[in-house]
């Protein structure tokens, strides 16, 4: 591979403070215990932040709780409307800010965050503001009521992205929220809170809490909360879903996955493997929807495979603040460690990995992107989440046993398809038990169109008409 | 008047388009009759029956699942005066063949209704469509044995899911006099599934069961099982539809709720090129 000079994004755009307090009831707290996130690439303490107390939870469920029945429940579907304008516009004039921000704190490359997580949080904020003065004509009677308080956790894979998904639709819909940022990944949500005061957004609508396992337990479990949002791994899928067993409070789940990307022998075979490395190196693997199986028609098996380690020779991993950078840091210690271990099982357990010959920076936490072949459906590797750069691949040989292959899983997030005719799309994605099916594309997310799970992907729809279900009393 | 000596019925369970009795042998009186006391082996017997049956009912078009939800109507219709006889109300009787020509209707629209195209940013045909959950778990109201039932499997099953039901516990004649309506009226066997017994000895093993995909638990009208059945429900991340928290009056608009909570919505993204 041939070098490239560095370029790498100014981080002096952004003003990070030494220490972040608790945004509630549109003030800042200072939270009772503290811990420190760090720079993914570097190891690089950058901040300290609260870790929310139970108590702390509560007096921002209170918060919330004040500001619906006194502020938001009762301010126009027109006027909520126009302060989530307000907020996407502030979003795109910081645009820069926020995606250097983002790439620090999570390790996703700048390209990355530029070009993709922010001007999505933008776009489902613009989305979500125009429906807020039309929910009688979604489809949910004339008049829809909003739930309440919404309790909403996410992950550390897009934090901001994610946040958008979570708070745009709530405040449209009428709700206000208290949401807990990943542990990992705080500074965003913490930034984005800041944008909420520059919006003049009426104090306690949106309030961020920031902890880890503990916090948001004493989030979702809180009585005062009516519904509850959460996105992350089938485990803590499942808790939630018992710890709100026997109560009344709304629950939507948008959990882990296995996808199958699916490639068939007419495919066009440099298109897919763009595809391929998109679906599974795409934010280092750390993607929920990520096409981690990959399913290749026996009889272009070896073009297919030689074109891919080709391809993945080109990658380049290093500095999530280089524009020319492919594959950033993974995000934490914890989620290098599994990732490690995973790959150590699909050695042992006799698949074959493979790697490109890669250089990877001294500190920080880094895997180089990976792909295991003769991987059976038996494999812990064709079974579980790795959520890291690591491509299973496994073959067929007809669209029937590609469809039973791809079904052969407890999950049923997204698919892939890959082929020239067009018949044969529309007869896969009849079949994979999946809430989103790509078609000669990968990993595409639009403000419009709905996106969650079958079975054990979880339930409920984020984005699109669908998006509003979640927060409307209906 | 007569002198003949009456013929009485068997009640027995309905699974897999067939009447049998309970793997167990039990039975349990009511209304001087002996009921099927269905067991753990039964709801494991129904739930793969329930499973067979989904690629045969929600692969039929939607013209046909509601020729046949017509067909039940129609076949309820001439059994009217038998429900009666059973001591259902002749308005409950009405209201329930009414329900299922109302929700026989749905069948090819509700993809219309609850589906959409989506406008992306992009150069994409993108579209939105429902599709069946797959085997749904049904706790049917104890207190509306035949209108409370129809209510509650008809909008399961017209989008393409196959149920199995736990039959009111106390009333259980109409649902197995509702299973030889179903068994007349070309539905195929499987898709809708009848066991009478003790809904607090196998609720829990249908809210267990990893080959369920989603639970109703209307008639779980006490709060402790309700808790633990959607408890069970979390293991493999089961749809659950609560019981209402006030009483359902099941004569009144049923609206598309109890069509929706079965339903997945599948998005597929395909390029515009030439």
């Keep these: 591979m041939f070098e490239y000079a560095p370029a790498p994004e100014s981080r002096s755009i952004v003003d990070i403070k030494p220490s972040y307090g608790l945004f509630v009831n549109g003030e800042w707290v200072d939270g009772e215990n503290r811990n420190k996130t760090v720079n993914p690439a570097t190891e690089e303490v950058l901040a300290e932040v609260a870790w929310a107390t139970e108590a702390e939870v509560d007096s921002a469920v209170g918060a919330a709780r004040t500001a619906y029945e006194k502020v938001w429940s009762r301010t126009s579907g027109r006027e909520r409307a126009k302060y989530l304008y307000r907020i996407a516009r502030i979003i795109q004039e910081r645009s820069r800010e926020l995606a250097v921000l983002e790439s620090i704190d999570n390790g996703k490359p700048i390209r990355e965050s530029r070009d993709v997580d922010v001007p999505l949080v933008a776009a489902h904020f613009f989305y979500y503001a125009g429906w807020a003065d039309k929910l009688g004509y979604a489809g949910f009677g004339p008049s829809p009521r909003p739930v309440g308080v919404a309790g909403q956790v996410i992950p550390w894979n897009f934090p901001l992205l994610m946040l958008a998904w979570k708070i745009a639709p709530a405040l449209a819909c009428g709700n206000t929220v208290v949401l807990k940022p990943a542990e990992t990944t705080p500074l965003t949500a913490l930034l984005f809170a800041e944008i909420c005061q520059e919006a003049d957004l009426p104090p306690g609508v949106v309030n961020i809490v920031t902890g880890a396992g503990d916090t948001g337990h004493a989030l979702v479990s809180h009585p005062g909360v009516d519904k509850v949002a959460f996105t992350g791994s089938t485990d803590v899928g499942r808790a939630i879903a018992r710890a709100v067993a026997g109560t009344r409070k709304k629950l939507t789940l948008e959990l882990g996955g296995k996808a199958a990307n699916i490639v068939f022998d007419d495919a066009p075979i440099d298109q897919a493997v763009e595809g391929i490395v998109n679906g599974i190196f795409f934010n280092q693997g750390h ?27 080109l990658l380049r991993v290093g500095d999530p603040l280089d524009k020319n950078t492919d594959i950033g840091a993974i995000n934490s210690a914890a989620q290098l460690d599994r990732i490690r271990t995973l790959s150590e099982i699909g050695a042992s357990e006799g698949a074959t990995q493979w790697s490109p010959p890669c250089s990877l920076p001294d500190r920080g936490f880094w895997f180089a992107p990976t792909i295991f072949t003769g991987v059976t459906q038996a494999h812990r590797i064709a079974r579980e989440e790795i959520f890291g750069p690591v491509l299973s691949v496994l073959t067929f040989r007809t669209p029937a046993e590609a469809v039973e292959k791809a079904n052969n899983t407890p999950y049923g997030l997204s698919a892939g398809v890959w082929t020239d005719k067009g018949s044969r799309i529309l007869w896969m994605a009849d079949r994979l038990r999946a809430g989103v099916v790509w078609a000669n594309t990968f990993n595409k997310f639009d403000p419009t169109a709905p996106f969650g799970g079958y079975k054990e992907s979880g339930y409920g729809r984020e984005g699109g008409r669908h998006g509003l279900e979640a927060y409307l009393d209906v | 008047m007569s002198d003949r000596l009456a013929v009485r019925k068997t009640y027995k369970l ?154 009111s516990e106390g009333q259980p004649l109409p649902a197995v006099t509702l299973a030889e309506v179903l068994a007349t009226s070309d539905l195929p066997g499987g898709v809708v599934n009848i066991l009478t017994g003790r809904v607090e000895e196998t609720g829990p093993w249908l809210a267990a069961h990893m080959d369920v995909n989603a639970i109703d638990l ?57």
């Design chain 2, 218 to 274: 209307t008639g779980a009208l006490e709060a402790e099982l309700a808790r633990s059945l959607e408890e069970a429900a979390a293991d493999n991340l089961k749809r659950v539809v609560r019981p209402s928290a006030t009483p359902i009056d099941w004569h009144a608009d049923p609206g598309l709720g109890r069509l929706t909570a079965f339903l997945e919505t599948k998005t597929v993204w395909h390029p515009k090129g030439v």
């Design chain 1, 287 to 313: 993607v929920c929807c990520a096409g981690s199986r990959l399913l290749v028609q026996e009889s272009v098996y070896d073009e297919v495979l030689a074109s891919l380690k080709r391809r993945m020779a």
């Design chain 2, 14 to 167: 309905y699974v897999g388009g067939k009447f049998p009795r309970s793997e167990s042998g039990r039975s349990y009186l009511v209304q001087d009759s002996n009921v099927a006391l269905a067991s753990r082996k039964d709801v494991r017997d129904a739930v793969v029956a329930a499973r067979a049956a989904v690629k045969g009912w929600s692969g039929a078009t939607a013209y046909n699942r509601g020729q046949i939800l017509y067909r039940i109507a129609e076949m309820l219709e001439g059994r009217r005066d038998q429900f009666i006889g059973l001591g259902e109300a002749p308005a409950d009787v009405d209201a329930a063949i009414d329900r299922w020509v109302w929700y026989a209707g749905w069948s090819d629209k509700i993809a219309q209704v609850y589906g959409n195209a989506n406008p992306v940013a992009g150069p994409y045909f993108n579209l939105s469509a429902p599709e069946p959950t797959g085997v749904v778990g049904v706790v049917a109201p104890p207190d509306s044995p035949l209108l409370g039932l129809v209510s509650v499997v008809a909008p399961a099953i017209v989008t393409g899911n196959t149920v199995v039901v736990l039959a």
